[in-house]
Every structure is written in C-alpha cells, then in structure tokens.
C-alpha cells in the first residue's frame, strides 16, 4: 500500500527528554513519520507515548532534543504553534465541549480563520454559516459523516472522534497524532475508523497511531515503534512482527497472553437478577430488563462497548444506583433497593470502575483504606472507638499478602501507583468472607504486572467457589476469564455464549447489535 | 430560561404587584402603582443586575465569584471617597467630581477582581475561599478606612463627614415630546406614554445595566469572546488545546466582572444615595450570585431573576409608603422585617431546583492545571 | 522508594509535623503584622506604641488575660463550627445565624421559662436547659441548610448565607417586638435579662471570665477526639474527602451531611448560649456581628484542626481585647483589627504567597471544598 515518492519526512524528533518530578517520562525518544504514512507508536500505560505526543503538540516542553517538521526546526511552544506547522492531535478523551455544537466547537480557536484573516480582534462576530459549510465540504472530501448544527454531546462516541479529525482538518493538519482512537469503539468503528485513516494517507496525511492493542498495530500500520520505560526500545513492521514479539517488546519479557486455568465446577446459584431496570445519570433508561444468574465456582463476563449498560448494571447491584424495576438477589437473599452496606455484609466484594472515584479516599493512609467498607466491624472497633492498632495490624497483613508496594502503611493512597491502588482495593473486598465478587474494568489503564496479578486473583477467587461477575470492554480479559459470556448492547442482554463457543468475531458483531442466530 | 421557571417568575411578580395594589387601591390608581412599583423594581434592582452579569462573566470563564458582596463593598467606599476627596480636596466643580467617583468605583470593582483572579487562577486557592477573603478583607478595608478618615480626632477629615457633591440624576427620556405628534392629542395614547415615561424615568447607572444586560448577552453567544470565554468555562483543556491562553481568558473575566460589580457598588454612593455606612450591601452580593444560578448563567436569564427579587425589594419599600392604608390583619405587610425575608426565602426556593434544574459550566470552581 | 526512610519519617514526624502545619500561618501571622505596621505608618501612626499597646491590653495583666479569654470563648467555639464542617466537605457560612439564633434561644429560655411556668427554677434544671435549647437551635437552624444539601443539592454556601439573613431579620423583629425588655426606659433591640439560675459563674471572683472558656477548651478536646478515633469521626471525613467512596463504603452520605451540619450549628449555638449566659445576661441586636466571618478565618488560620482553632481563637480574640489599649495610646481606630485579620487570612489562604517570600516549598496539599454549585 505504500507510495513509493512518500518516503519523505514530515517530521522528525531527536533525542527528546523530558522530566517529571520522580519521574523520566522520555529519555532521548527518537521519532520520525513519512508522508503518508500511518506510524503506530506501541507501549504499555506509562511507557511515555502519550508524553512524546503532548510534546509533538507543543503542550509540553522538553529539556532536551529537537523537532523538525519538514526538515525546519520548529520551537513549539504552544499547540498553536503545533496548528500552525499542520499538526493536529486527535485526544484520547476528546477535546470536545459537550454543550457546543459541531461547528462551536470545530472553530473554536480558529473563529475567522477561514476567511484568512486570522486577527485577533475579541469582538468579532461569529460566522455560523460560513463554518458550516466548510465542515460540510470537508466532510464530503474526506469521507466524514458529521453534522455541522448537532450538539456535541448528543453524538456517538464514533461519531465525536469524527468532529475531531474534521476539527484538524479544518486546521489544514498534514501530520495528524491519534491517541489510543480505538479504546472507546466497538470493534465495528474501529473498522470504519481504519478506513478513514487509510483514506486520508492517499490524500497526503500522515498519521501517528497510538495504542496499546497489538492486534490493531499489526492490521493498519505502516511502520510500528515500540516504547518501554520512557525509551524506544524497537522499530519495525508488520510483516516482520507477531502480537508475540510486539509483546515481550512491549513488556520486557516474555508476556503469557493467556490466563492458566482449570475447567470451572459450577455450584448453586448465588447472584440471580430478574428483568432489571436502571436509569442513567442523564435519567435515561440504559439498563432495559437485564436477568441473568452467576453461580458459585463460575466467572461470567459481561461484554459490551462502553455505555451500553453495564455500568449502570453493576453500580444497581452494588447499591450505588437506584433501581427502577426487577430484582435481584445474592445467595437467596433479595436485596433489591437495599443501600450498599446489606449487600457488602451478604457477602459482596465490589471492585469499582473508577478506582479513584469510588474505590478510594486518596487523602487516607493505605491502612485506612484498607477498612474503607468494615471500619465499623468488631474487629477495628470497639463501640463508637476505632482500633487504630487493629487497623494498623490488619494492613500490614494485606499489604504483604496481596504484595502492594507500599513505603508504609501510613502512606496516602493517592502516593502509589495505579497498580498498587487497585492492589488496595482487591486486598479489601477480597480477604472478606465473599460469596460474589463484581469486578468492573479491574485492570483499565494497569500496567501488564499487575494485570497478570489481578487475573490470578479473580481466577483464585472462582476456584475457592466464589461467583465472578466481571464487567469489561477488553475483548481479550473477557475470553482470557470467563466461563459464560453475556454481550449488552443498549441495555440488553443480547446473547449469552458459552466460553468455549465464543468467538472474537461473533462477540464482536454482538457488541456492535448485530444479532444473528448462529 | 425554560417556561417553567419563566412562569414561575412571572406568578410570583403578579402577586407582588398584585398586593401592592390591593393595598393602594384606596390612594392610587391600579395603572399609577403598578407604574411605580416597576420604576422601583428597574431602580432596585440595579445593583443586582449589575452583581449578576459580573458573576456571569466570572463564572462562564469558569472562576466561582462568591465575592461580589465584597468588590461592591469596596467600589461603594471607593466611588464614594472619590467623589468627596476630589470635591473637597482638589476643589473640583460638582459634576466632575461625582463622575471621578464613579470611574474611581468601577476600577476599586476591577483591583479586588485582579486580587480574586490572583487568588484563584494563579494561586488556585479553592474560589469560595478567595472569593470568603475578599468579602472579609473589604469590611475590614472599609470598616477601617471610613473610621479613619472620617472620624475620630486627627482623622482625615477632621472628623466630620464632608458634604458629597450629590449624585447621578434621573435621565430625562424625551418620550413626551416624540409621542406628541405621533399621538395626534389621543388622550389614550398620551397615557400609555406618560406609563411608559414614568417606568423609563430612571438614573444613568439603572439604565446602563439594562442596556449591559443585552450587550454581554450578544457578547457572550454571538462574538468570538464569548466563544473563547465560555470554552475556558466548559472544558479549559479543550480551549488550550486548540491554542487559547486559558489563563489570559480568565483573568480578562474576572477583571470584567469586578469592574461591572464595581458598577453596582457606584449604584449605592454614586446614584442612589450621596453616603457610605459601613456593611451598606447588605447581602445583595449574595443575593445576585442566587440570580446567576437560577438565570442558567446566562445575562439575560440573570437580569430576569434579579428583577424577580427587586420586586420583593419593592414590595417592601411600597409598603412602607401605603403604612396607612394597609388594613388591621395585613399588619405584617408593614413590618420591613417579615417582608424582608421573601428574597431571601425566594432564593432558597429557587436553590431546591424544584423550579427547574440549571447547568453550570462544567469546569466553574476547578483551577486548571496544565 | 525506599521504603525505610519513608516509614522513618511517618514514625519519628508527629512533633515535626504539628510544626509543619504551624510554620505557614506563623509566617502568615508575621507578614500581616509588618504590613499592618505600614498600613500604621502611612496613617501617621507609630506601629511599635500601636503594638505595645495591643499585648499589653491584652495580656498585659490578670484583667486583661479574663478578657482575652472572654472574647476567645465564643471564637473557640464558632471557629469549631466552620471547622467540623470543613472536615466534613461543608463550607459553613452561616455560623453568625446560628450563634444568633442560640444566642436569642438561649436568652428565651433564660428569662420567659420561669415566668411560664411560674417558678423559680433550680440552677442545676434551668441552666443546662437553657445550654441545650441554645445548642439545639442552633443544630436545628444549619440542620435545614444540611437537609436541602443532601435531598436536593442546594449549594450550602449560598443558603448558609440566606439562612443568616433570615435568621438576623426575624431576631430584629423578636428584639424589637415580642422579646423587647418592656423597660419602660429602655429604648434598645434587646431581651430582658435572664434569670440567676441561668447564669454561668466567673471562674474568678471579679474576672469576667466564666467556666464557658473552660468548656470550649473542652469542646476542642471533644471535636478531636471525635473526628480523629471514633467511627463517627471516620463516616464525616470521609464523606468530606470523598462522598462517592463514601457511598460505595456504606456509609449514608444524606445521614452524614445532615449531622455534621447540625453538629457545626450547635457549636455555634453554643458560641451564642455561652455569651448570653456567661457574659451579658440577655440577647442584644448587633452584638453578634461579625463573628460568622470570624470564625471561617480562625478555622483557616487554625488549618481547621481544634488545637489549630484554640489557638487561632486566642490571638483573634487578644487583637480585638487589645485593640481598645491600642486606640487608647495611639489614636488607631479598632477596625485596624478587621484589617490585619483579613490580611492574615489572606496570607492563610493563598499560602503559595507566603512560601515564595520565605522561599519554602509546597507540600502538595491543597483544600478543596468546591464541587460547583450542583445546579
């Protein structure tokens, strides 16, 4: 697919370093793109992609190295000096305003740009119309679906991604950087996207792709660099590579991709949901009378592009979200409507989505949090007293079984890193007496390590006869755990799959709502 | 503004209009009172809309203002020092002095807005306690300096409080000489303009904030400024992303929105009344940032909310004018202190959100942090 | 990470960091005295005479320590209120309704119960009830405040505010009407005066400062106590540093915001019941002025820790006892006090200030209370 005149660089990066307190986030990176080309940058959470990227963009400064954007040096000391030079950054989490439409937000910054008159004057007005018609031109040139007058955030993630790059264009970006595009898609729009992507390198765009998928990586790039630590640690292709190469590299060692486990011995029922009903915190129905059933001894995973549903699913089975209708119970005991703590003391372990919203007081000692959920138990208080030295007692334990590296005790959980916090949280819910445990997202954004580590524990936990809920959007952890598949899509369950007959492609078409009997 | 919480305002003025005629019938026409009582609505309710659009400002940019109580405060003071040192002491004819207080006001407004932007953007100390600092620091600074320069022995002013040169007067709206013709001697027609004049009849800084209202409203949504400003507001990531000076932009707000607070504080020495006492605001700082929240953070949403409460305000000072004719069982119609509670509880009402819930910009309260 | 030196440091840092936590309102104290010495300067005072005079009035002598103390009994306990109410996530503004509005109660209960029930009541009945309806009243009057907070995200800044309002206006109309003192000479917004038995003692004969002192020592203690080792304590901080980790851990978010309100408004109850009860022996328009603002400054100054609080307390309280010694000598109006005051608290507040003048480094903490205004 390559052009062979394209092998020209647009941009080049040397010897980039760049410092956070604690931390070198890049140790003398070097980078360079072809025109036309689609480079992936691979690394794991940490490893220094996004750093290098934000530096590219000019929203960080390095210490050292130089960029060189068709072979010129180029001071960037801020993103507009990154706009000026053509570059155009699409972010992982879209720098989108919700309450803006498309074309607020795609001439936000470049108001009157378009006329070529980019003065600086505050109180011109807004030209609406013009914008929009330009969004329109540009949509139909490059193949890009969007509505200039629609809100923002009434549109599909797919869809936002797309203002986004239309909002680059609309910059006239040559060098376009995609942060992690394909971590909020289902596995449908990230086909879309790779054909938008390939459609705007034959119009002369070169594309950085960032991501952490190997699988991807292999399918669309031209040229793939690899990051490990804050360093480059390889570049090479896709032809010469495999997801076991790309792998170790990525990691440092030799990567096991799939979980060992023995076959699982399904006892009696223990969490039974009955047509369950959610709403959302926008008051819309997203939870449309789900059931389902997870035995003791069993993991059932839940798939699902995110924000179909299964948040909302399992903060109402944790007590954290109302319910509207349906049941559910928990080892025979109905618990419907109750507040978290009857069902925590039923015997739920709970690991949370967002980690630092609701699993942790980051400002609270690891000791602390440690009793987040049974400070008020008999064995950390007596009457209205806590035991501080019960509490103390009880962390050092957990902080050497479940291995958390930790200075102390006493540290403020907010100190560690992400691994080690939801080591935290997995040392707490998990050394109770549990008879389910629901597992949401548990290694998002973790590094391998701990990733593995916590794939252990969930498989240990199944085989001490505990039932496993485990809600994820990584195709991979769902197949790599789970005995049982439920896929949402919309509020529903729209297949429930056997694990030995699940198939990443059928799963895939559950997730995007095609449904056909198989 | 939604229709439910625009009927909401709507019923709630009715009534007060409602019975402040009830209780005139006996002295005045239905037409007259209500004439007048919307002329003190606009009046009183000057301050608070002028508190308001400065909230709006700050609070679109995404920095909480809770100390608009304070700038006014200080701008009162200042306005008012302004007026007097220049009348007295540098021997300035009347008006010149009166508009050297008002100029002095809005950029006393503007200095504690540069402290609160200093305060809050570049130190990021949490917004409710900058904006705490400045309410305490300017009853401290005016308690203070009025003390000091105004009584006392070896004050300033030798211990008695000059003479102002006056204040701002009415704006003579020439609506009678324009209508005249135009009404052909209809006395109908000359009555709806002489309406009209009545409610029109107002002081150069009442008119002003009307005409601010719809200014910052058209800035706000239709100019790049607004955009940029209300970008910073919602998701500063995003405006610095796409090269706006996040930090710029809300400076710039907060110093708009202390010089428009500055404004209101001129309202109290410069217009309304030639003198400071000390804590003169009386809570209306306040009372405008309850304005903001139920206007939907938008100049024109806040402006109606404000003529909400000026109507309570009104309500009050009316009152006291129909003491005689108020019948026996509605006595606590009389009482300033009963009927002084309504903004105040109206503010909480409003507060519950069973009126309708507002948005506030997404990023209001959080300093950004690159 | 060297976990050794880490834990080292937690083992050996108690003493070390109280230091820490003193250092920058110290520092803050400092400059606000140096600039207030210019502000003397420029105002043709002389800052050193000023000074003097401002220790010396305030503990300069057996007299002037019980006066200090009277001042800083009902700002130990206020300052407490905001304090509670910080740790709690709470921004409580309207401590100067609810010690009016215990204060009022206090009085009522001082001087009409006796006359209700017509007898005079034993000091050991009427006395704590009188304490009690005050705290009460104050608990109640915040309590609203909490409630519309927890069921329907009414921002509690705004309606602490509104509440002092509405409580300063209802009082003028009880001090200027039903609760007048019928004196016939009497011309003044004030109660009657309430009955001996509802009188706190001086602790010393001819000392006006009364066992009221004591008991907001008490109160520290107490408020430490609870924040710090009892689950209570555990439930309110938490909800304060984090509600949603609250709500996942069980605890009962609404519950928790409704009782920390109340508890911060009977403190502050308690501020106003100890004045009427301890010191003026009836409620008086205008007394109570000011002192909402001055205990969210001691609670800043105080790093809203008790100990902080007390300590915060003693030094307000010695500047507006010292002030009037300080006019005495130097011809200084007393409002200087609300100046320096409102300096120091700015230096508290912005304390980024203060550590690029001494040139100290951050600790990387910062307080956060404000979570938008929730629409």
Known sequence: MKNNMANEVVLQATAITKKFPGVLANDHVDFDLRRGEIHALLG??????????????????????????????????????????????????????????????????????????????????????????????????????????????????????????????????????????????????????????????????????????????????????????????????????????????????????????????????????????????????????????????????????????????????????????????????????????????????????????????????????????????????????????????????????????????????????????????????????????????????????????????????????????????????????????????????????????????????????????? | MDWRRFGFIFIIIVILFGVVVMVGITKSSPIITITSMLATTIAVATPLTLGALSGVFCERAGVINIGIEGMMLTAAFFGWLGAIYTFHVLGFEKWPSILTGLVTAILAGAMMGLLHAVLSITYKVDQIIGGTVINILAVGLTGFLNRQLFFGKGSAFGGTIPNSPGNLLNIHVPLTEIFTPICGGSANCMDIVDAINSVLDQRPIAITAIVLVFVSHYVLFNTRWGLRTRAVGEHPKAADTVGINVVRMRYANVLIGGALAGLAGAYFTIESVPSFEPLLTNGRGFISLAAVIFGNWSPIGAWVASLLFGASQALNIKMQLFRDVIPPEWAFLQNSYVVGLIPYILTMIILTGIIGRTTPPAAVGVPYEK | MKAETQADSVTKGFARSALDAMLIPSLSILTAVILGGIIIVMVRGNPFVAYFGLVQGSFGSASALSETAVWATPYIFAGLAVALAFKGGLFNIGAEGQLALGATTAALIGYALPIWLGIDLPMIVHLPLVIIMGAAAGAFWAAIVGYLKAYTGGHEVINTIMMNYIALNSISFLLNGPMKDPNPNNVIARTPLIAESAHITPIFEGLRVHWGFVLALLAAYLVWWMLNKTTLGFEIRTVGSNPDAAKYAGINVKRIIILTMALSGMLAGLAGTFEVTGLNYRHELGFSIGYGFDAIAIALLGKSHPLGVVLASILFAAMRNGATRMQFLTQMPVDLISMLQALILLLVAADAIVRFIYRIKSQGERVVLTRGWGG
Do not use: W
């Open chain 1, 44 to 518: 794991e959470n940490g490893a220094g992609k996004s750093t290098l990227m934000n530096i590219l963009y000019g929203l960080y400064h390095p210490e050292e190295g130089e960029v060189l954007v068709e072979g010129k040096h180029m001071q960037l000391n801020s993103s507009r000096d990154a706009i000026k030079h053509g570059i155009g950054m699409v972010h992982q989490h879209f720098m989108l305003i919700p309450v803006f439409t498309v074309t607020e937000n795609i001439m936000l910054g470049a108001e009157t740009d378009h006329r070529a008159a980019p003065n600086e004057q505050p109180l011109v007005k807004l030209d609406r119309k013009e914008v929009a018609q330009k969004v329109r031109d540009l949509s139909h040139q490059y193949g890009l679906d969007v509505d200039p007058e629609a809100m923002v955030g009434d549109l599909p993630v797919g869809v936002q991604q797309r203002v986004e790059i239309v909002k680059a264009l609309y910059r006239n970006a040559k060098i376009l950087i995609l942060d992690e595009p394909t971590a909020v898609l289902t596995p449908q729009e990230a086909e879309d996207l790779s054909v938008i992507m390939r459609e705007l390198t034959n119009k002369g765009v070169s594309i950085i792709f960032i991501t952490h998928k190997l699988k991807e990586v292999l399918a669309i790039a031209d040229r793939i660099t690899v990051m490990r630590a804050g360093r480059v640690v390889g570049s090479t292709t896709p032809k010469e590579s495999n997801e076991q190469k790309l792998a170790s590299m990525m990691v440092g060692r030799e990567v096991i991709l799939t979980v060992q486990k023995k076959p699982a011995q399904p006892g009696e029922e223990i969490l039974k949901v009955t047509d369950l009903r959610v709403r959302d915190v926008r008051d819309l129905e997203s939870v449309r009378g789900v059931s389902l059933s997870v035995r003791a001894g069993e993991v059932l995973g839940v798939a699902g592009v995110q924000g179909n549903g299964q948040t909302e699913l399992a903060e109402a089975l944790t007590g954290l979200r109302h319910i509207e209708s349906g049941h559910f119970s928990i080892a025979g005991v109905d618990l419907t409507g109750k507040p978290p703590r009857p069902i925590t003391e039923t015997g739920l372990a709970h690991i949370p989505e967002d980690r630092q919203r609701h699993g942790l007081v980051l400002s609270y000692s690891v000791a602390d949090n440690m009793v987040l959920c049974d400070y008020y138990q008999d064995r950390f208080s007596k009457g209205v007293v806590i035991q501080q030295n019960q509490v103390d007692a009880n962390s050092r334990k957990l902080i050497k079984d479940y291995d958390v590296r930790t200075p102390s005790p006493f540290t403020a959980a907010g100190k560690l890193s992400g691994g080690n916090q939801q080591k935290v949280i997995v040392a707490r819910e998990l050394s109770r007496p549990v008879k389910l445990v629901i597992a949401s997202q548990p290694t998002r954004g973790l590094d391998v390590g701990s990733i593995e580590y916590i794939h252990k524990e969930i498989i240990t936990m199944r085989d001490r006869g505990v039932a496993v809920l485990l809600v994820s959007a990584e195709l991979d952890e769902i197949l790599s755990l789970s005995d049982r598949i439920v896929v949402m899509y919309r509020g529903q369950i729209v297949e429930t799959v056997d694990r030995k007959d699940a198939t990443r492609e059928h799963l895939g078409l559950l997730m995007a709502g095609v449904h056909e009997p198989a």
